[in-house]
């Protein structure tokens, strides 16, 4: 397998993993003919009420980015007069089509949405949970995360949030300020909107948890390691983005020097013709934004060394220099399997001799393949699923671990395991082996995804309160045990799986960690 088209495979694996089934439509929601106002510093918006809660979405939290805002810093949005209609969300921000339908080319994208349950005022304001979405830096939407079992059920009000994305989001350039940040920079504007304007809609700003999942996971690590957010959260939930990922293992989500940052930013202003421009900014500021597009690398990741993120995440928490916040993270069992299946069915088979190749493809360290293909043996059957085993615990399992250990020497942490082997599937079809828990299977035990529920047996809808009410009561205390709960001791990795929720500290052995901390 050449590296072009081994790279071409791994974006390929990447959109099957990330464009998941949420990216159909979301329905009109039905809500009743009442309406329901909240007055902002901006101006007033009007919001839609439902069975236990109410929703505002569409809310704009900075000026839309265009023009000569293009890869510039966000800016408070223009006040408005009489009433502004907040019953659906806004485009999401451009991206190629997967998630969101047709894709979108519209920047005027930096929305949030708020869901809120009944009963939220001022005299009893509630915790705020600040979800970052998905997608690899490159795809997703905060509109794809219907929140309203997780508002009602925790009593909690719900942020999602749209943030730049892809070469809009990330490019850096010679003396361009924000370089390689810009997305980071939207995501820290939502929160300062949310400190700002929050209790109006029942939220409580100075309790404030920010979370996200992959890349937003990632994300919520950058901001904890960034010094422009400080006192901006008060709460961190990292789902599937350790922030110990490196860029050199590209299933997980990292950052990037900046230099790397600045390399790719000149490979695509050649590729859209602005590399001999006399101002290459103005000249790209003006390329649509389908070419942008269609030009970008197929994954994103924000640059280090620069000042929104002084130092790459991992060696900032290290260390010791993040903000000291309360941190509930975790990952899913088998993590990996979702990409594996993606490669397999690309047209790689694994099997015991193609292994060495695969693996020498796909994690292209000196002197690593062979320790892995030794450490990791495929036999006649089964070979995708030690493909999935290896990405997992590569770039997963025993990153988070190694994520959670750094973090606990200074702050209270408590890690989970997302192990229900029986997930409803997020992609469409049969996939080629049994996919287990694989990369963002937890997310429809806490969203209905496209506001569609999952179907969930009675075991899982269990499990799914249960994981609910870990998450909001982290979210209101910073501790998620509870009277109703399982306990969830701080030194256990709790294992997350229908009617078995227990402790365990079997992890580290099970993904092969000493494997991967030996071999660095």
């Known amino acids: 397998m050449t590296t072009h088209r081994a790279l071409t495979t791994l974006g390929?694996?990447?959109?099957?993993?990330?464009?998941?089934?949420?990216?159909?439509?979301?329905?009109?929601?039905t809500a009743r003919p009442a309406a329901t106002t909240v007055r902002t510093h901006e101006g007033s918006l009007r919001g839609a009420?439902?069975?236990?809660?109410?929703?505002?979405?569409?809310?704009?939290?900075?000026?839309?980015?265009?023009?000569?805002?293009?890869?510039?810093?966000?800016?408070?949005?223009?006040?408005?007069?009489?009433?502004?209609e907040a019953i659906r969300p806004a485009s999401a921000c451009p991206q190629p089509a997967g998630e969101v339908p047709g894709g979108s080319t519209d920047e005027d994208c930096l929305h949030l949405n708020v869901t809120t349950p009944d009963g939220a005022g001022a005299a009893h304001p509630r915790p705020v949970i600040v979800w970052l979405h998905?997608?690899?830096?490159?795809?997703?939407?905060?509109?794809?995360?219907?929140?309203?079992?997780?508002?009602?059920?925790?009593?909690?009000?719900?942020?999602?949030?749209?943030?730049?994305?892809?070469?809009?989001?990330?490019?850096?350039?010679?003396?361009?300020?924000?370089?390689?940040?810009?997305?980071?920079?939207?995501?820290?504007?939502?929160?300062?909107?949310v400190r700002s304007e929050i209790g109006a809609f029942g939220g409580d700003a100075h309790n404030v948890?920010?979370?996200?999942?992959?890349?937003?996971?990632?994300?919520?690590?950058?901001?904890?390691?960034?010094?422009?957010?400080?006192?901006?959260?008060?709460?961190?939930?990292?789902?599937?983005?350790?922030?110990?990922?490196?860029?050199?293992?590209?299933?997980?989500?990292?950052s990037v020097p900046l230099s790397t940052a600045r390399a790719a930013g000149a490979d695509l202003a050649a590729k859209v013709g602005c590399d001999f421009a006399r101002d290459a900014m103005a000249c790209l500021r003006r390329v649509d934004v389908a070419r942008l597009l269609a030009a970008q690398d197929t994954d994103q990741r924000p640059a280090n060394t620069t000042p929104l993120l002084?130092?790459?995440?991992?060696?900032?928490?290290?260390?010791?220099?993040?903000?000291?916040?309360?941190?509930?993270?975790?990952?899913?069992?088998?993590?990996?399997?979702?990409?594996?299946?993606?490669?397999?069915?690309?047209?790689?088979?694994?099997?015991?001799?193609?292994?060495?190749?695969?693996?020498?493809?796909?994690?292209?360290?000196?002197?690593?393949?062979?320790?892995?293909?030794?450490?990791?043996?495929?036999?006649?059957?089964?070979?995708?699923?030690?493909l999935g085993a290896v990405i997992g615990d590569a770039d997963f399992a025993c990153p988070t671990a190694r994520t959670a250990g750094l973090l606990a020497a200074h702050v209270p942490v408590w890690?989970?395991?997302?192990?229900d082997e029986h997930a409803p599937p997020l992609t469409p079809g049969t996939p080629p082996f049994p996919l287990g828990a694989p990369h963002a299977s937890e997310l429809p035990y806490l969203f209905d995804l496209g506001g569609r529920p999952r179907a969930l047996t009675a075991a899982q809808h269990r499990l799914a309160d249960t994981m609910i009410d870990y998450w909001t009561r982290f979210a209101r205390s910073g501790d998620p045990n509870g009277p109703s709960?399982?306990?969830?001791?701080r030194q256990r990795t709790l294992s997350l799986a229908p009617d078995h929720i227990v402790p365990t500290r079997g992890s580290r052995f099970r993904h092969h960690c000493a494997f991967w901390n030996a071999l660095g």
């Open 12 to 29: 390929c694996a990447l959109a099957a993993v990330l464009a998941t089934a949420w990216c159909a439509a979301p329905p009109t929601r």
């Open 49 to 84: 009420v439902h069975d236990g809660y109410r929703t505002f979405e569409g809310v704009p939290y900075a000026a839309p980015p265009v023009g000569g805002l293009r890869w510039a810093p966000p800016r408070r949005p223009a006040p408005w007069s009489g009433v502004r």
């Open 134 to 193: 998905g997608g690899g830096f490159t795809i997703g939407a905060g509109g794809s995360y219907e929140a309203h079992r997780m508002a009602v059920r925790g009593d909690v009000v719900v942020v999602t949030v749209d943030y730049r994305l892809g070469a809009l989001g990330f490019l850096a350039h010679d003396g361009l300020p924000g370089s390689g940040t810009f997305g980071l920079a939207d995501q820290q504007a939502a929160l300062r909107w």
């Open 209 to 254: 948890t920010l979370a996200g999942e992959s890349a937003g996971g990632y994300s919520v690590c950058a901001q904890l390691a960034s010094p422009a957010a400080a006192g901006l959260f008060d709460r961190a939930i990292i789902e599937s983005g350790p922030c110990t990922g490196r860029p050199d293992r590209q299933f997980a989500p990292s």
């Open 310 to 386: 002084p130092a790459d995440p991992a060696s900032t928490i290290a260390a010791d220099r993040f903000h000291h916040v309360p941190v509930l993270v975790g990952n899913n069992h088998d993590e990996g399997n979702g990409w594996a299946a993606g490669i397999v069915q690309a047209g790689y088979p694994v099997t015991p001799d193609t292994w060495p190749d695969v693996v020498a493809t796909f994690f292209p360290a000196a002197g690593q393949a062979g320790k892995i293909v030794r450490a990791y043996p495929v036999h006649r059957t089964g070979g995708g699923q030690v």
């Open 415 to 419: 890690r989970y395991e997302f192990a």
């Open 485 to 489: 709960s399982p306990h969830w001791p």
